[in-house]
C-alpha cells in the first residue's frame, strides 16, 4: 500500500520554527517528486513547496525565505523547515507525491495531514 505520513506539526509561538517530516511506505520517494501543501481552518488547500527528483526545490511567495523543503532518500522523507512561523501559517500540512508543474489535483496518495498552530 503506497502511504505518505506527515508529522512534526504542533503549537509554536510567531517567530519560532519547526521541521515537518513526510515518511513514505509502499514505494522509494526518490523516484517521485513531492509536495507540501497546507490548508487553513476554513480555506482551501493550497501548495506550499515542491522539490523534484533531482532536488530542485519550488516555494510559492509567502513560504519563500522562511521554509526549506529537503529530501533524505536514505531515510525515504521529505522535509519542511519551517523559520519565522506568523499566526498565518497555521494549517494542516499534507504532502504528497506528483509533478511539481502539475495541479493539486495530479497529486498523491493523501495522507492525514499534521497540525501546526502558530499562536501566542
Known amino acids: 500500500q503506497l502511504q505518505l505520513v506527515e508529522s512534526g506539526g504542533k503549537p509554536v509561538q510567531p517567530g519560532g520554527s519547526l521541521r515537518l517530516s513526510c515518511a513514505a511506505s509502499g514505494f522509494t520517494l526518490e523516484n517521485y517528486a513531492i509536495a507540501w501543501f497546507r490548508q487553513p481552518p476554513g480555506m482551501e488547500r493550497e501548495g506550499v513547496s515542491c522539490?523534484?527528483?533531482?532536488?530542485?526545490?519550488r516555494y510559492v511567495d509567502f513560504a519563500k525565505g522562511r521554509f526549506t523543503i529537503s529530501r533524505d532518500n536514505a531515510k525515504n522523507t521529505v522535509f519542511l523547515q519551517m523559520n519565522n512561523v506568523q499566526f498565518e501559517d497555521t494549517a494542516i500540512y499534507y504532502c504528497?507525491?506528483?509533478?511539481?508543474?502539475?495541479?493539486?489535483?495530479?497529486?498523491?496518495?493523501w495522507g492525514q495531514g499534521t497540525q501546526v498552530t502558530v499562536s501566542s
Open positions: 504528497a507525491a506528483g509533478d511539481c508543474s502539475g495541479s493539486q489535483d495530479e497529486f498523491g496518495p
Open positions: 522539490i523534484d527528483m533531482y532536488g530542485i526545490a
